[in-house]
């Protein structure tokens, strides 16, 4: 007899706090999410989100850039931590180095990330400054699959929020941050139990082409 297969063994990346992450253990821990997260990778040894893998009793592993005298050194090592793991999906949870197009395409399909702004508006850094100086009347989040071009693949996911003349960075980050943290476990999930797939360079979801992605709104 075959033994019963397990969940779907998720890598997480990320260079941060690891909230994110926080947010993907809390959705597994209520049933929500259908993973076993088996390895935290952080391009920074002091990020919290190590320690957080740690605490949940998940292997945490430092892929430090600086440790390599070249990029493709780096980009090595990363594929051969990522080989060893093994993992049947990965998600990008504040990864702030651009994984390189060998790695990517090995496992596309198969790699979310999620990026604050409603792309394609705003790939890059500082979203939130550029929307507010943009006087824009909205902004939020999009999990995307990865492609070799930085945020530019194609989009599942999208919670969008209001942008309040009063409102900072700050004020837009905490309100766009707890959308973050609802849509990504369920795009994971998705992910995980086959409903999404990248078929053909397209989001299929439940069989379906996706024209756009699906939009969650913030509540008001």
């Known amino acids: 007899m075959s033994a019963t297969p397990g969940?779907?063994?998720?890598?997480?990346?990320?260079?941060?706090?690891?909230?994110?992450?926080?947010a993907i253990l809390n959705a597994v821990d209520a049933g929500q999410l259908d993973v076993d997260v088996a390895c935290v990778i952080s391009d920074q040894p002091d990020a919290f989100g190590l320690e957080r893998a740690r605490r949940a009793g998940?292997?945490?592993?430092?892929?430090?850039?600086?440790?390599?005298?070249?990029?493709?050194?780096?980009?090595?090592?990363?594929?051969?931590?990522?080989?060893?793991?093994?993992?049947?999906?990965?998600?990008?949870?504040?990864y702030m180095r651009i994984i390189d197009a060998a790695t990517v395409t090995r496992y596309q399909g198969k790699m979310l990330n999620i990026h604050p702004s409603l792309?394609?508006?705003?790939?890059?850094?500082?979203?939130?400054a550029r929307a507010l100086a943009a006087g824009e009347q909205w902004h939020?989040?999009?999990?995307?699959?990865?492609?070799?071009?930085?945020?530019?693949?194609?989009?599942?996911?999208?919670?969008?929020?209001?942008?309040?003349?009063?409102?900072?960075?700050?004020?837009?980050t905490e309100k766009v941050q707890l959308g973050e943290y609802q849509i990504y476990p369920r795009a994971l999930q998705w992910l995980a139990t086959g409903r999404v797939q990248l078929l053909a360079g397209q989001v299929v979801l439940d069989g379906s082409p996706l024209a756009a992605p699906l939009i969650v709104e913030a509540e008001t």
């Open 58 to 94: 998940i292997a945490a592993q430092n892929v430090p850039f600086k440790a390599f005298g070249t990029r493709a050194g780096f980009d090595r090592e990363l594929a051969q931590v990522l080989a060893e793991v093994a993992p049947d999906c990965i998600a990008l949870a504040g």
């Open 7 to 22: 969940p779907p063994r998720l890598a997480v990346l990320l260079s941060g706090s690891g909230t994110n992450l926080q």
């Open 140 to 172: 939020g989040t999009t999990v995307h699959f990865v492609t070799p071009e930085l945020d530019a693949g194609p989009a599942i996911l999208q919670y969008r929020v209001a942008i309040d003349a009063a409102d900072t960075e700050q004020t837009l």
């Open 119 to 128: 792309l394609p508006a705003y790939p890059g850094l500082r979203t939130y």
